[in-house]
C-alpha cells in the first residue's frame, strides 16, 4: 500500500528522493532529505544569512565581533594591531617573580611566600622553617643584607659609628677619647 500524499520529495535536483521525515532548510524553505540538509550539502544560496561565524583572534583567544558585510580577516587585522592584548611586540608582565632565598635554590613563584620566623621569600618547596634551615631571628631574606648586618658588628662603619657611639657616650655622661 502506498501513500502518495505522505512525505516530500527532496529539493536537490540531482536527489528527488522521497522523504517521509523531510528538514526544511531554515535559510531557503526548501524540504530536504537527511543527506541534503546542510547549508553546503545543498549549497544554500541563503547560507550567508544563517551561518553566521564569529573570528577569534589568533593571539589572545578573543572573540571579535564583525559588522555585517565587514571582511573578518581586516577586522581580525585590525585588532591585533590596536586592540590586542597579547601583541608580541608589547611587554609581557612577568608571573614569576618572587625568587627563593634558600641557597642555591633558584626557582621563582608567582605568589610571595614568607616564612614567619625569619621573614625570607621562598618557594613551595622550601616554605617550611625545617625545608630551608631557618633559625629564628636569622636574615635569610636577602644574603647581602645579611653580609652587610654581619660584617657591621664586626668592624666599625666610620664617621657614622663614631657618631653614635660618641652620641651614647655623652648620654651615658662617659669620657670618649678621639
Not at 74 to 84: I, K, L, Q, S, Y
Request: with cysteine; glycine share 6%.
Amino acid at each position: 500500500m502506498e501513500f502518495p500524499d505522505l512525505g516530500k520529495h527532496c529539493s536537490e535536483k540531482t536527489c528527488k528522493q522521497l522523504d517521509f521525515l523531510p528538514i526544511k532548510c531554515d535559510a531557503c524553505e526548501q524540504d530536504f532529505c537527511k543527506d541534503h540538509f546542510t547549508y553546503a550539502r545543498h549549497k544554500c544560496p541563503f547560507a550567508f544569512k544563517k551561518d553566521v561565524q564569529v573570528p577569534v583572534c589568533p593571539l589572545c583567544n578573543v572573540p571579535i565581533p564583525i559588522k555585517k558585510g565587514a571582511i573578518p580577516d581586516v577586522v581580525v587585522g585590525e585588532h591585533m594591531d590596536r586592540d590586542c592584548t597579547n601583541h608580541p611586540g608589547k611587554k609581557k608582565e612577568k608571573v614569576f617573580t618572587y625568587r627563593c632565598a634558600k641557597e642555591g635554590c633558584r626557582k621563582k613563584e608567582m605568589l610571595q611566600l614568607a616564612c614567619v620566623q625569619c621573614h625570607g621569600n621562598f618557594c613551595i618547596q622550601h616554605r617550611h622553617p625545617l625545608d630551608h634551615g631557618c633559625r629564628a631571628g636569622s636574615c635569610a631574606a636577602s644574603k647581602a643584607r645579611c653580609q652587610a648586618e654581619k660584617s657591621s658588628k664586626s668592624k666599625p662603619l666610620g664617621p657614622l659609628n663614631a657618631l653614635s657611639s660618641s652620641w651614647l657616650a655623652q648620654r651615658l655622661g662617659w669620657k670618649v677619647k678621639h
